[in-house]
């Protein structure tokens, strides 16, 4: 399985944007990059996925480097509520398994 | 959206004995479901992939005589741990795609809590 590297923990304050970055140099050509964040004592949550091009919904934008080594995930206005674990996962399209690794931890300051 | 609803929410139990715990999809049909344990401070790690009506996948080093999984239906999925003892306690959380369908997004259980003594 392709890895993906995430800093282990960031601080933002309430009502600022969110930048979690992550890193896959070993990415696929098929891979799909997927973002699911975990809130405290709960399953996690779908939170965004893309292939190449830049993705936006109502819960966070997905800005992926043109050589799709590299992503980061934007939350454009933080609030309590996003504090949790985020994880960066590869998938492939053939395979629903998700492998999630150490996340980052998101911390949002009143 | 789609709902995956795990039961019990939580569960304390004496060792020796075996926990059932249920994973249902409330408003789709789900041919594929993963199950997942987390211990405190640690990601998830997945222990096994059930498949409706054939046997579960497991992860190198589950043991399947362990942790029974039966997916009979298209909406429910169960993962019994038999003869628990306090080192099982552990998050269990299930995951489900919905059939026929790629969106790209699996959908979480709210987790269950087991507790052996």
């Known amino acids: 399985d392709a890895k993906t590297t995430q800093p282990n923990s960031m601080e933002s304050n309430e009502e600022e944007p969110v930048h979690l970055p992550c890193n896959h140099s070993?990415?696929?050509?098929?891979?799909?990059i997927h973002w699911y964040r975990q809130l405290p004592s709960q399953g996690p949550e779908y939170v965004i996925h893309g292939l190449t091009s830049n993705v936006n919904n109502r819960m966070a934008s997905l800005a992926i480097a043109e050589d799709r080594k590299s992503s980061t995930l934007i939350l454009h206005r933080a609030t309590l509520r996003d504090a949790a674990v985020y994880y960066c996962i590869l998938r492939d399209p053939s395979d629903y398994k998700l492998s999630f690794g150490a996340g980052t931890t998101v911390t949002v300051r009143a | 959206g789609a709902v995956v609803s795990q039961h019990p929410s939580w569960v304390i139990c004496k060792s020796g004995t075996s926990v059932k715990i249920e994973c249902r999809s409330l408003d789709f049909q789900a041919t594929t479901m993963f199950w997942y344990r987390q211990f405190p401070k640690q990601s998830l790690m997945l222990m096994a992939t059930s498949n409706e009506g054939s046997k579960a996948t497991y992860e190198q080093g589950v043991e399947k005589d362990k942790f029974l999984i039966n997916h009979a239906s298209l909406t429910l999925s169960t993962l019994t741990v038999t003869s628990a003892h306090p080192e099982d306690s552990s998050f269990y959380i299930c995951s489900a795609r919905v059939s026929g369908q790629y969106t790209g997004e699996l959908f979480f259980g709210e987790g269950s809590r087991l507790t052996v003594l």
């Open positions: 070993t990415i696929s050509g098929t891979d799909y």
